[in-house]
């Protein structure tokens, strides 16, 4: 089956030339697409020089102009791997916190008929290494605040590393997916479930990154909350619309 593992970029230069010969070597036949926004410190030019000297599948770099965000990377990277037709369409980041050696777990539970496999911090065999108190504790609140508003059952609903099957990725509607940050994964799951998705989560250990800046903004973790409140009122919304579609007339007397 095609794999392609769609990687977002911006100032990721000291771990993009370390990440991409440990993918090639958990998964030497997948297709890697990197989508650099605009990184000045040349995250893209030390892309394309290691996709030059690794043999294997191809890896593709496309060169973003301006810095628009996660979510719209993921968009534009899901929708252009469907497009050179991937069967298994995988997420992750640069920054070296998901383990390569993960992925064909992801890849192989998609293989074996899951539609969506999430590399799981918060399961049993999964861990966080790294992160402040206060981080996780904020982590862990979140998803489970997101699960209990929403009716997820998934412990992890704001990981990014992930693999989906094509024929789901297509009926999510990817196109039309507005959030970003921590928000994006949780619509993304918000999405494959409400679909009729079968979900498998893959512990993973979750590795702090060493090198480069965070991303991770209040303005993020703002978003990601306000975004579960509207699911949760679409749900609701569109369960009453569903009551009262199917509600049968009363017999006349």
């Known amino acids: 089956m095609e794999t392609v593992v769609v990687i977002p970029t911006y100032n990721e230069a000291g771990n993009i030339e370390r990440l991409l010969p440990q993918i090639r070597t958990y998964l030497p036949d997948a297709r890697i697409m990197i989508l650099d926004d605009g990184s000045p410190d040349g ?5 394309e020089k290691v996709a030059a000297d690794l043999d294997g599948a191809p890896i593709d770099v496309v ?3 301006e810095k628009n965000g996660l979510g719209a990377a993921y968009r534009d990277g899901f ?6 037709g991937a069967d298994i369409v995988v997420q992750m980041d640069a920054d070296l916190s998901h383990d390569p050696a993960h992925l064909p777990a992801l890849v192989a539970a998609v293989q074996h008929g ?3 496999a999430i590399g799981s911090r ?5 861990d966080v290494e790294n992160w402040p108190r206060s981080r996780q504790f904020l982590s862990r609140w979140g998803n489970r605040y997101a699960a209990g508003v929403l009716g997820l059952a998934i412990n992890d609903a704001t990981s990014g590393f992930r693999a989906y099957g094509a024929p789901m990725l297509r009926k999510m509607d990817v196109a039309s997916v507005s959030a970003d940050g921590y928000g994006f994964q949780v619509e993304m799951t918000h999405r494959l479930v409400r679909r009729g998705g079968r979900v498998v989560e893959i512990p993973i250990v979750f590795r702090d990154r060493t090198r480069g800046d965070s991303k991770m903004s209040k303005q993020i973790i703002t978003e990601a909350f306000g975004l579960v409140n509207r699911l949760a009122l679409y749900d ?4 009453a619309h569903r009551r009262r579609r199917h509600r049968r007339p009363s017999n006349p007397r």
Do not use: F, K
């Not at 918060?122 to 999964?126: C, D, E, H, Q, S």
């Open 43 to 47: 995250t893209a030019d030390i892309a």
């Open 63 to 65: 060169r973003r102009t």
């Open 79 to 84: 929708l252009a791997a469907l497009d050179a």
């Open 114 to 116: 899951a539609d969506g």
């Open 122 to 126: 918060y399961v049993p065999g999964g």
């Open 236 to 239: 609701l919304l569109d369960g």
